[in-house]
């Protein structure tokens, strides 16, 4: 089911999403609202009704805004009154018209040229799948893509067909039809007992005459999040072309991005970003008023274009643009949408399609059970679509005035996931019908036990789903393309893997130059003065302010301005970061502009003589675990008081036991000490004995804000321990981007707060693993003196704990003024753009710019 959208599908969300109604348990945690009634007070306002739904109770006693609660307690009392939804709705799909559905019979229904052959879809008895056999069995190459002929019942064969050989056509046919073989290369789908015969085309040895006007061109609707700006660039460098338009959306929050793409506004007339942005949260409705509106957008705009695709920063092209064009050319007003491939009633149970979503504070609450409307077939499935103009035309010019698009989007605006059933739903119940083909031209990497975590319940009311990373053992899923009309694959992510990305590229195009410089280095930005203020700004610049200050003395110059902070990885390893900033040379008053590579450290240490402790491997204190991809994603190990800390580990399989030897198993203990020498936390872990390495995790729930300094834990086992790691947590210099002050000081910096309860008694084992009480008192009054720190006394507490934990590897001068720092350091520093790690190195496979003065 590679190409399956995100459905609720495995046993783990099964009883993930079963225990979200049934257990009156919602996937916060939280208990659902036992109450039948919620009061005004509760509200802050007085509701149009009283509302009786669970779900809408319990979204009205989480959401946080009055504004959010309002809009549930709105559509929660239209819907108790069923004024709200359709009850019926019309379907505009020819009775006749059955093409879509029909188990093994195809209808004659449309003929036109094409490839100088043409196209049809056609009605057939029940020899039909013997004809196909046999007509398979006589394919020919043709263009390096298989095609194969093929006999059918219908209208006019076309003077090509006669060229054909027809020695495998001998079919019987009833009334005015002929036998008719025809060249042909099937680029959908045939499954034993449902044939979905969507599309075919005919071939009969002339190629197409790719004339310009003839040319079929694309609308790129490219809907991005994220700050992986060069992996876009390089998406978008594949795809470039001047004849077609590149739409880009950003979600509204993701200013990095938005910022650095619009730059491309100024040197490509047909890249352009979406002014109206939406907070389009992960499978929420917003998805769905943000595709409309780009498609609206699109409409409008001067740009010509027959189809419309959307992509995501994590698409990538498996073929060449060519391939497409060629596809879409030959398949002209058709439209392409993946299915759930199963029985529609559970597919609608499982993506919640019964049940009312609201869509604020970027939130999707489920607020209760619905019934859809009678008359129309519902359908779903994958939201990456390629569709036609005329259809995306009659959507968007008739989605307030005709009577099934109104009733839809009343349903898919409080809708989960909505893009991944709207379409299929309009193209199923409109005059479109005929044109509906069961791919979605992607693959998608699923590996559902990694992917069905439940990793939204912050954003959606529900269980989702995503696809993974590809990664170098994925390979072949994506080398199997190659025979289908695939032309995108996801997910990619250059930060979890990019090899994989070089290596498609390379299929593809051939290899790049030899002398192409730094094809494995990734660099990705994480914090830009330029952006908006967040939460996290304060602990991002109390370390990096830190770090512009251990540098100005080390080149003896004033104090800078930090500027830009970039992960940076090479060969898909990690190498630091790197932190760009400004500083002011003390003696000629100059600024100069610098980049320095830090690496983060932390202290890990393993027992010697233990072969268990020998096969833990980088045990880590980290942030941000993504338990799809195993990793964390706080590279940068910046933790600070408010951050929910995690270990990470890896358990490398052991050579000694045979695979089918599972039964050692570990029961040990990991205990957090905090900088006071308290026990913070400790957890319980039990580790079984695998051949695969298995990269284990735990998170610790502490009570915050953490205590800064130095902290440290131990993995213990039955009697000894087997690995330590010393690990920081930052205290904090900013508050709300602001020097902190005495008091915010005292509160955060503090960290007194204990996580245990006081009268937890500790167990006499571990008393062992613990300072003792002298040591603690110590600790404790050294802790408690430096929560009183402020300004300088601060910094210089901040400086000597980053000065452990974030070590300075090297520096380059981004302009050729800084090599002259010399003075001061007594060393040349190198040019950025001469430096393969720095951010100024050049990067050919992402240099979308270069195209500006192609034209292809
Ligand atoms: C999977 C499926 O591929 C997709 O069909 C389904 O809708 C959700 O699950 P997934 O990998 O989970 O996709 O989602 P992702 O690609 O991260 O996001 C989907 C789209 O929403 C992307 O275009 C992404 O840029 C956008 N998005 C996501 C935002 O704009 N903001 C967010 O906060 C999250």
């Known amino acids: ?138 394919g020919y190459p043709y263009a390096g893509v298989q095609y194969s002929t093929e006999c059918f019942c219908g209208y006019d064969a076309p003077p090509e067909a006669s060229k054909l050989p027809d020695s495998t056509c001998n079919m019987k046919c ?55 700006l060069r992996q876009v660039h390089r998406l978008l460098k594949s795809l470039y072309h001047t004849r077609h338009v590149y739409y880009i959306h950003i979600d509204e929050r993701q200013d990095y991005l938005y910022r650095n793409l619009l730059e491309l506004e100024k040197k490509f007339t047909n890249i352009r970003l979406a002014r109206k942005r939406f907070s ?59 299915g759930h491939g199963r029985e529609t009633q559970r597919f609608i149970q499982k993506q919640g399609l019964d049940k009312t979503f609201v869509e604020c504070d970027t939130h999707m609450w489920r607020i209760g059970d619905r019934k859809l409307p009678t008359g129309i077939q519902i359908d779903g499935g994958s939201d990456w679509i390629g569709l036609s103009r005329p259809f995306v035309e009659y959507v968007i010019q008739n989605k307030d005035s005709d009577e099934l698009l109104k009733g839809l989007m009343i349903i898919f605006r409080h809708t989960l996931l909505p893009a991944e059933s709207f379409f299929h739903t309009v193209l199923r119940n409109s005059k479109f019908c005929g044109t509906y083909v069961d791919n979605n031209l992607h693959v998608t990497n699923w590996k559902r036990k990694l992917g069905c975590k439940c990793q939204y319940k912050h954003v959606v009311d529900w269980c989702g789903c995503s696809p993974n990373d590809f990664k170098p053992e994925d390979w072949t899923r994506l080398q199997n393309t190659e025979s289908k009309m695939l032309f995108f694959a996801r997910k990619f992510e250059p930060i979890i893997n990019q090899a994989i990305i070089l290596k498609l590229e390379e299929w593809l195009y051939g290899p790049y130059p030899t002398d192409a410089l730094n094809l494995h280095s990734y660099w990705q930005s994480f914090y830009n003065i330029e952006d908006k203020p967040t939460k996290q700004d304060d602990l991002t610049l109390t370390i990096a302010e830190s770090l512009v200050r251990r540098l100005s003395r080390q080149w003896n110059t004033k104090q800078g301005v930090i500027l830009e902070l970039n992960h940076y990885m090479h060969s898909d390893q990690y190498k630091g970061y790197l932190l760009r900033f ?55 190990k910046f933790l600070g008081p408010y951050t929910d800390l995690v270990l990470t580990f890896t358990f490398v399989g052991s050579a000694s ?50 205590c800064p300094g130095i902290w440290t834990v131990k993995l213990i086992g039955r009697s000894a321990i087997y690995a330590q790691t010393k690990f920081l947590v930052t205290p904090l210099a900013f508050y709300n981007h602001q020097p902190i002050q005495t008091e915010r000081a005292r509160l955060i910096n503090a960290g007194d707060g204990l996580t245990l309860s ?54 380059c001068a981004v302009n050729e003024d800084a090599t002259k720092l010399s003075t001061a350091s007594l060393e040349m520093l190198p040019l950025c753009r001469d430096t393969s790690w720095s951010t100024l190195a050049p990067d050919p496979k992402s240099d979308v710019y270069k195209l500006a003065n192609i034209k292809r």
């Open 1 to 138: 089911d590679s190409n399956n959208p995100s459905l609720l599908g495995n046993k783990r969300q099964q009883s993930a999403s079963s225990s979200f109604s049934s257990n009156n348990v919602d996937l916060n945690g939280d208990t659902l609202a036992t109450a039948t009634l919620i009061s005004p007070q509760q509200l802050g306002f007085v509701p149009p009704c009283d509302i009786i739904s669970k779900d809408a109770i319990s979204a009205l006693q989480r959401a946080k805004t009055k504004d959010c609660r309002q809009h549930i307690a709105g559509i929660a009392c239209a819907i108790q009154s069923r004024k709200f939804y359709p009850k019926t709705l019309p379907s505009y799909c020819p009775s006749n018209h059955t093409a879509n559905n029909l188990l093994g019979c195809f209808r004659d229904e449309k003929k036109f040229r094409l490839l100088s052959g043409y196209f049809v879809n056609f009605k057939t008895s029940n020899t039909v799948e013997k004809c196909i056999q046999l007509c398979l069995q006589s």
């Open 174 to 228: 009833s009334g005015d039809q002929q036998a008719i073989c025809g060249g042909y290369f099937a680029m959908n789908i045939y499954e034993t007992g449902i044939a979905k015969f969507t599309a075919q085309i005919a071939e009969s040895g002339v190629k197409r005459n790719a004339t310009d006007e003839d040319n079929i061109r694309i609308a790129f609707l490219l809907t991005l999040n994220g700050r992986a």
């Open 280 to 338: 389009t949260i992960w499978g929420g409705a917003s998805l769905l008023t943000m595709l409309m509106q780009c498609m609206h957008d699109l409409l409008n705009s001067s740009y010509q274009w027959d189809f419309v695709i959307n992509l995501s920063e994590s698409d990538f092209p498996v073929k060449k643009l060519e391939k497409l064009e060629e596809f879409l050319w030959a398949n002209r007003n058709r439209n392409f949408v993946k």
């Open 582 to 636: 400004k500083t002011t040379d003390a003696v000629k008053n100059k600024t100069y502009e610098l980049e320095s590579r830090i690496r983060p450290v932390q202290y890990a240490k393993f027992a010697k003589n233990s072969k268990f402790a020998k096969r833990l491997k980088n045990f880590e204190i980290s942030s941000d675990y993504d338990q799809k991809e195993q990793v964390s994603r706080n590279y940068h």
């Open 657 to 706: 036991h045979s695979p089918k030897d599972t039964s050692h198993s570990y029961n040990l203990t990991l205990l957090w000490i905090d900088p006071m020498g308290r026990l913070q936390d400790f957890n319980e872990l039990h580790i079984e004995d695998s051949q695969t390495d298995n990269i284990n995790y735990s998170k610790a729930i502490l009570k915050q804000p953490l």
């Open 758 to 811: 006081e009268d937890f008694s500790l167990p006499e084992e571990w008393i062992q693993y613990l300072p003792g009480h002298e040591e603690s008192l110590q600790l404790k009054n050294l802790a408690l003196r430096n929560a009183l720190r402020t300004g300088e006394q601060l910094n210089e507490w901040v400086d000597d704990l980053t000065g452990k934990f974030h070590h300075f590897r090297e520096t």
